[in-house]
């Protein structure tokens, strides 16, 4: 699933940022790095782009490079998801980027 | 095209400047995330002394202000403390980017720091770190200032356990109250004695240890320093070096072996390996920093309530064209009594002049040249203070990024960044603000190209214009029983004004100022309380920058026009031999008319009548077209003046008498509603203003871009009519 595709309230875990290197590196900088929950917050009212919010930031991305994010669902509901610490969550992304 | 000005900017600075940069005080940075409250915390720390400059070569402005430390014996010491542009990340792509690394470890013409303030939200305390672990890794003496704590509650992050963590003291404070400023001045006095280091040494993977030292190995020598700060770079390096990117100063050598290291790691990802790593260190430390991590802070949750009025489909456009309508009457209306009130005392000021100083030269270039100029000049000042006011409100208060979110679909399509909106929507009122609030803008590509079409749309100065020739040319009948043709044209010349520009931005979006186009990623910061003292300095800031570097070329612009259109003298011989008392006011005005014939400019005008012809103008429309460079509006009365009806106030009138009477030399009317709409779609389009050039001057550094400005808007403008003219004769119409 990526990023696009999520229902607007749902909360996904990264997995993958993919598309043109400078926006994946700045995505990354800004903490999407794999295993960090995202939510959709909200769609602007014309369909695009997107409001995400990551580690407590509301961020925005066009629908076109939200595909490019390859995203799981997470296990749980979201409700409980988000009362959960985003360290725990992050913890295994980095794990699988530095071994 | 964009980013190569800058090496030749340097080699003319002179070594003497720079040399004189370095002995002054110590230097400080400030360092943060864009929505920190860098700015008021840069405020409260400096109290009212901020200067406004650039950096060398680039168009990034240098904030700088003077930071005064008392000890506890009272003795003060003096530190310079310069605000850093915001950014998330060191890492770059374009010069501008660049600026951040370059001025943290005084690079290239960039004076050493002393010291680093890192500023960071303490809402948003791990993306906020990650630039902070950047500066640790550098090895650079800093102190943290964990700001904005107010807004974090009970659950609040612990400045001790982030100081522990990173080795370097930390403050907390809330720059808009004032809170913990002074625990923050004693912080730095005692770092700027014991220059404290990080020593956070962080577990990168195996697999990125060659390519590191291979890379440091390229580095410049200039940028050496110890083996971590060496290691780092290596890592900026790899992050920030490809192929296209627009920096500044990177060896060859370097550039080659970044990409061999990217190459040979493929399909790893170093960028991910290295960016994870420090968010792994960070999430881990951050277990540390807090009692119980709340991933809804208080602050968010607010934001998001209002969010859902603001940003919804029917209600937040509602709001959103409410919101515009105010910022675009204040400019189009409120300010015009504080205009006026300027252009009257301008006019009283040269009468007393013209009064006071003895007949001649002198006389006459400082009442109609100097003073003029001036008026010129400050006529602009309550535009753009309302502006940026506005601006300021609207960034304050987090509203500004949410009009680009709105927005960003509708401008997109256009070429053009959300946050152009406003500035395009001020050029409806005048251009010269409009250019000034692109600042909002990050991206130097989107600053220009809105910058190039804004002065497109239909600003205040066209509508005397306008007026004038649909009162004089157009019946004042009604189309179909019920459309006034005169409003009609107005309206038609504000869509053809809006189209053009869209033509425009799409057109030198793809050529003129191709760079790339980076993916949209906005940050909707929390809303906040704006903050007046900052926003009311943004805006004496703003105002003095203007006139003291927009200022001085308009100034030199009007005595240049003034002296244009006033010598040479006529032979007094030639002007009316009567005694002035004698004088009637209509030979007065005959007199005006044959000066200006005589002048340079009615010279000029007559020199270029065969390339105006085409358009259906001669040459006194020509020398109006001259006077109108000062301003749009000035066409009216430089009109007046050349046809010989004096002056022209609020009631041109006679003027519109005279010109429909006007004949060619075969006795044909000069002013046919063909040839007043060819008139109109020239100023619709020409370049006419030289203060929209000086302040494109000033945004640019380069005389390039308002040449460029001036060539193609009055190049479209000639040919647009060209074709209004000469298509309308072939149609029948005269």
Request: hydrophobic residues 45%.
């Amino acid at each position: 699933m990526t990023l696009d595709e999520v229902s607007l309230g749902q909360t996904v875990r990264v997995e993958r940022v993919g598309g043109e290197r400078a926006f994946r590196r700045r995505l990354l900088e800004l903490g999407l790095v794999p295993g960090t929950p995202v939510q959709l917050v909200s769609v602007a009212p014309l369909g695009d782009p997107l409001e995400l919010l990551v580690r407590g930031a509301s961020l925005s991305i066009r629908r076109a490079e939200a595909s490019s994010v390859s995203v799981a669902r997470l296990e749980d509901s979201p409700s409980s998801a988000l009362a959960r610490p985003a360290v725990e969550l992050a913890d295994a992304g980095c794990a699988r980027g530095a071994p | 095209v964009i980013n190569e000005e800058r090496p030749a900017h340097r080699a003319l600075e002179p070594a003497s400047h720079r040399e004189r940069r370095r002995s002054k005080r110590p230097i400080v940075l400030l360092v943060g995330n864009p929505n920190t409250g860098k700015t008021t915390l840069f405020n409260r720390l400096t109290g009212e002394n901020a200067k406004v400059g650039n950096y060398p070569g680039i168009t990034v402005e240098r904030r700088s202000g003077k930071l005064e430390l008392a000890d506890e014996q009272g003795t003060t010491t003096a530190v310079e403390l310069v605000d850093v542009p915001g950014c998330y990340s060191l890492s770059a792509r374009s010069s501008e980017e660049q600026i951040a690394l370059e001025a943290v470890l005084g690079l290239d013409d960039f004076p050493a720091p002393e010291l680093v303030v890192a500023v960071v939200d303490a809402g948003q305390l791990v993306r906020n770190l990650y630039l902070v672990l950047q500066l640790a890794e550098l090895r650079v003496p800093f102190v943290i200032a964990l700001n904005m704590i107010d807004e974090s509650g009970p659950d609040a992050p612990r400045p001790e356990a982030i100081a522990r963590v990173f080795g370097v003291p930390c403050v907390a404070t809330d720059a808009r109250r004032g809170a913990g400023i002074d625990g923050l001045k004693r912080a730095v006095r005692s770092a700027l004695a014991s220059a404290p280091v990080s020593s956070v040494g962080l577990d990168y993977p195996d697999a990125l240890r060659t390519p590191i030292d291979r890379v440091a190995e390229a580095l410049p020598p200039a940028w050496r320093g110890s083996v971590e700060r060496d290691r780092a770079l290596a890592m900026w390096a790899l992050n920030s070096v490809e192929e296209d990117d627009e920096l500044t100063g990177i060896p060859a050598e370097l550039r080659e072996r970044c990409a061999a290291a990217r190459e040979q790691a493929a399909p790893r990802d170093i960028d991910l390996e290295i960016i994870a790593t420090r968010y792994g260190f960070l999430d881990q430390s951050a277990k540390q920093f807090y009692q119980r991590i709340d991933p809804h802070p208080p602050k968010r949750r607010l934001s998001q309530r209002i969010d859902r009025a603001l940003l919804h489909p029917v209600f937040g456009f509602a709001i959103f064209i409410l919101v515009m309508l105010v910022i675009f009457q204040s400019l189009f209306a409120w300010a015009d009594p504080a205009i006026r009130l300027l252009e009257d005392a301008a006019g009283a000021l040269a009468e007393l002049a013209r009064a006071r100083l003895p007949e001649g030269f002198l006389r006459d270039l400082v009442s109609e040249g100097l003073i003029a100029g001036v008026g010129n000049v400050v006529v602009f000042l309550p535009q753009i203070a309302l502006l940026f006011l506005f601006v300021g409100l609207l960034e304050d208060s987090g509203y500004m990024a949410r009009v680009a979110f709105l927005m960003d679909r509708i401008m997109r399509a256009l070429g053009l960044h959300g946050r152009a909106f406003v500035p395009m929507l001020s050029g409806f009122a005048c251009a010269v603000p409009a250019i000034l609030a692109t600042r909002t803008m990050e991206r130097r590509r989107d600053r220009l190209l809105t910058m190039l079409v804004i002065p497109l749309m239909t600003c205040s100065a066209r509508l005397p214009v306008y007026t004038l020739i649909i009162a004089a040319l157009f019946p004042p009948t009604l189309l179909l029983g019920w459309l006034p043709v005169q409003g009609l044209l107005m309206v038609a010349m504000y869509l053809f004004s809006i189209a053009i520009t869209l033509i425009a931005a799409a057109v030198l979006g793809r050529t003129a100022v191709k760079g790339r186009r980076v993916p949209l990623i906005l940050e909707l910061p929390p809303y906040r309380m704006p903050n007046l003292r900052t926003i009311a300095r943004s805006v004496w800031e703003r105002s003095f920058v203007f006139l003291k570097e927009a200022g001085t070329v308009i100034l030199v612009c009007t005595i240049v026009l003034w002296a244009l259109l006033s010598y040479p003298k006529p032979d007094p011989a030639a002007i009316g031999t009567t005694a002035p008392e004698s004088r009637t006011p209509s030979a007065e005005h005959a007199d005006q008319a044959l000066a200006i014939e005589k002048s340079f400019g009615g010279q000029l005008g007559k020199a270029i009548e065969p390339a105006l012809e085409p358009l259906g103008f001669d040459w006194k429309i020509g020398v109006g077209i001259i006077g109108a460079f000062a301003a749009r509006e000035v066409f009216v009365s430089t009109l007046g003046l050349v046809y010989g009806i004096g002056k022209v106030e609020d009631d041109a009138l006679p003027l519109r008498e005279r010109i429909k009477r006007e004949t060619d030399a075969s006795g044909r009317p000069i002013y046919t509603p063909l040839m007043g709409l060819s008139l109109m779609v020239f100023f619709a389009v020409a370049c006419q203003c030289m203060s929209t050039l000086a302040v494109v001057r000033r945004e640019t550094k380069t005389w390039r871009w308002p040449a460029f400005m001036l060539a193609y808007m009055t190049g479209s403008a000639y040919l647009l009519s060209l074709l209004v003219y000469q298509g309308g004769r072939m149609l029948g119409f005269s």
